[in-house]
C-alpha cells in the first residue's frame, strides 16, 4: 500500500521556539491533512490542504501542499508548552477503489520544555 | 459538536478470547473507521464502513471482523485475541470520505492482550 514517511520521529525543543516537521510519499496525493493528538484522546484536524502549492495558516500553524503532490510540510511558530503532542501528517488519493482512505504518517512526537 | 464515543478507554484481555471493542457517534455520519495505533508506525487503518451493514477490509484487516447493524455503532471484534494484537485502537466518523470531510476521532481504548 501507499507509505508516509514523516520526519523527525521526535523532537525536543525549548518554549518559543520554532518548529518544522514534513511528511514525503512515493504516491501523488489530492489532500493533504494534519492532525495533532495530546495526551489520552484521539487525533484533531488542525489544518487541511486540497491544491498543490497550498499554503495554509491557523494561528501559529503554517502548512503547505508540495508543488510535486508528494511532499506536505508543517511549520508551528514560537511554541508554547500546550503544543506537546503526537503530529501526524495524512494523505488522500481520491482516486481508484480507496473511497477516501486516509494514509497516516508514523507520527512526529513534540517535547516542548518551558 | 460531533462526539465518538468508545466504550473502554483501557482492556485486559487473554489470549484466545473473544473481544468486542464498541464506538458510537451522534452526529448521523455515513462513515466510520477503525485505526490501530502503534508507535513508529502511526495509525494503520483495519476496517471501514459507508453505510450500514456495509464493510471494506483496510491495510490491516487480519485477525479483526467489524459489525455495523445501526448507523451509529461500529463495532470492532477480535475473534480469538492474540498478543500481537495489544495496541491502541482508535474509533472515527466522518460525514463523507475520509480527506474531503474531517476524520472525528474517539479518545481510543489501549488493549494488553497477554
Known amino acids: 500500500g501507499q507509505q508516509l514517511n514523516q520526519s523527525p520521529q521526535s523532537m525536543f525543543i525549548q518554549e518559543g521556539e520554532d518548529v518544522s516537521m514534513n511528511c514525503t510519499s512515493s504516491?501523488?496525493?489530492?489532500?493533504w491533512l494534519w492532525y495533532k493528538q495530546d495526551p489520552g484522546e484521539g487525533p484533531v484536524l488542525l489544518i487541511a490542504?486540497?491544491?498543490?502549492?497550498e499554503l495554509t495558516s491557523n494561528g501559529r500553524l503554517t502548512a503547505q501542499f508540495g508543488i510535486t503532490r508528494k511532499d506536505s510540510f508543517l511549520n508551528i511558530s514560537a511554541s508554547i508548552p500546550s503544543d506537546v503532542g503526537i503530529y501526524f501528517c495524512?494523505?488522500?488519493?481520491?482516486?481508484?477503489?480507496?473511497?477516501?482512505?486516509?494514509?497516516f504518517g508514523q507520527g512526529t512526537i513534540l517535547t516542548v520544555h518551558p | 459538536d460531533v462526539k465518538v464515543t468508545q466504550s473502554s478507554r483501557y482492556l485486559v484481555k487473554r489470549t484466545g478470547e473473544k473481544v468486542f471493542l464498541e464506538c458510537v457517534q451522534d452526529?448521523?455520519?455515513?462513515?466510520m473507521f477503525w485505526y490501530r495505533q502503534d508507535p513508529g508506525l502511526g495509525l494503520r487503518l483495519i476496517y471501514f464502513?459507508?453505510?450500514?451493514?456495509?464493510?471494506e477490509k483496510g491495510d490491516i484487516p487480519e485477525g479483526y471482523s467489524v459489525s455495523r447493524e445501526k448507523k451509529e455503532r461500529f463495532s470492532l471484534i477480535l475473534e480469538s485475541a492474540s498478543t500481537n494484537q495489544t495496541s491502541m485502537y482508535l474509533c472515527?466518523?466522518?460525514?463523507?470520505?475520509?480527506?474531503?470531510?474531517?476524520?472525528?476521532f474517539g479518545n481510543g481504548t489501549r488493549l494488553t492482550v497477554t
Open positions: 452526529m448521523d455520519h455515513e462513515n
Open positions: 504516491s501523488i496525493f489530492n489532500t
Open positions: 464502513s459507508y453505510d450500514v451493514k456495509m464493510k
Open positions: 472515527a466518523s466522518s460525514l463523507g470520505p475520509g480527506g474531503s470531510s474531517p476524520l472525528h
Open positions: 495524512a494523505g488522500l488519493n481520491a482516486g481508484g477503489t480507496s473511497y477516501g482512505k486516509l494514509t
Open positions: 490542504l486540497y491544491k498543490a502549492g
